[in-house]
């Protein structure tokens, strides 16, 4: 009688060390668009090799971004009543470097970006600054953005007003 109730006691105990241990949030995947046909103003400066911006308001992103000349019936403009807009911006280089989003999800109040760099051997003569924008359905429950590379977490920032 007295071992019954020991496996009993010992069982109860393992399901609730089982039950109370951290939780991560299940992400759900979410839809992005990639804006092309904008360069990065020439007053922009970044002290990092690779730099994040989560930005939610249309002045925020025209002091970081502008539209060629040659797109403004053809780009896509961003909705902030509906979405925001997430930018890894690379430092200055002559390679060839094309940084790419593969999926962007929320899991809790934490917007993930997943990304990767189609990087070759190939160089240019001039320097160039590589560069992804695009918009994410906006959500007043995001309170940080984290930006993983290969599916490895670079870096979590806190979004812009």
Known sequence: MAVK?????????????AC?????????????????NYLL???????DDVSYAFIRNQNE???MFYMTK????????PDFSSQSVVAIIFKPTQKVVSPYIQKAAIAGNELRIYYSIADTSAGRTYEQTPF????????????????YKDGIKEKTITPGL
């Open 70 to 77: 040659a797109s403004p019936g053809t780009a896509v403009v």
């Open 132 to 147: 992804v924008v695009a918009t994410v359905p906006k959500s007043s429950s995001i309170t940080v953005a984290s930006f």
């Open 61 to 63: 992103f025209e002091k």
């Open 20 to 36: 109370s241990g951290p939780r991560q949030a299940t992400s759900s995947t979410i839809g992005f668009v990639t804006l092309y």
């Open 41 to 47: 103003n020439p007053q922009q400066t970044f002290k």
């Open 5 to 17: 109730r020991l496996i009993v006691v010992a069982c109860y105990i393992s399901t609730i060390i």
